[in-house]
């Protein structure tokens, strides 16, 4: 057992001499059995198709072996990583270097129309000096500002929850390798529409409507 989610459960399998992941998506009692079917087959699909994707333009993240629609399971490659979590805890020399590249692969998800939906330092290990996003589930096909803009949102939040003192050279360091794929324009754009995420949340924290 690798960790049990809110709607997968993640074991560490071997098969064929291979050593996995499954990812098996659990039936939820409260839904109608064949609607909780088509739920669990339908989002196994879709984070399959773009894990897949993701790979095609140049994302490193574990690739798919099989996908297994009537147990919603998807089995890929297992990654023997460091967390980028320790990274940061540790402000470890290749840190910049890592989070460069990891800004470069965000941004050719979003070129390629996909956002990751749970972009934070949990979901990014570390292989040498190579950044691997992991955790698709909540990933989808879309060009929407919005949708990127609050990949970026999610992780800057994170970094800056649990280290404060780094995390204005760590977002300026994501931003870099993001701009070198996505282009000042298309970054310019992100960085104001988190600009109005921020100003949304602010808004009803102090109990707008």
């Known amino acids: 057992m690798i960790k049990i989610g809110a709607e997968a459960v993640l074991r560490k ?3 064929l001499g291979l050593t996995l992941v499954e990812k098996k998506r659990m039936p939820k009692p409260y839904r109608h059995p ?6 669990r087959a339908s989002r196994t699909l879709k984070e399959a198709r773009i894990m897949i994707r993701a790979k095609e333009v140049g994302v490193t993240c574990p690739a798919v072996i099989h996908v297994d629609l009537e147990g919603a399971a998807i089995y890929m490659q297992y990654i023997d990583g460091a967390d980028l979590r320790a ?3 540790a402000q470890h020399p290749i840190l910049g270097q890592v989070v460069k590249m990891l800004g ?3 941004a050719r998800l979003h070129v390629a129309g996909i956002f990751h939906g749970d972009f934070v330092p949990s979901n990014v290990l570390v292989v040498g000096e190579r950044p691997v996003l992991i955790d698709f589930g909540l990933s989808g096909f879309s060009t929407d500002v919005e949708e990127q803009a609050v990949d970026i949102h ?3 939040r994170g970094v800056a929850a649990s280290h404060p003192s780094i ?3 760590v977002m300026e360091a994501l931003k870099a390798g993001y701009e070198s794929v996505s282009g000042s324009l298309r970054l310019r754009e992100i960085v104001e529409r988190i600009g109005e995420i921020r100003a949304r949340a602010r808004y009803v924290e102090r109990g707008g409507l």
């Open 13 to 15: 399998v071997s098969w």
């Open 34 to 39: 064949q609607l909780d079917k088509e739920i």
């Open 87 to 89: 990274l940061l805890s």
């Open 104 to 106: 470069s692969s965000l």
């Open 154 to 156: 999610l992780f800057e």
């Open 167 to 169: 995390s204005k050279n």
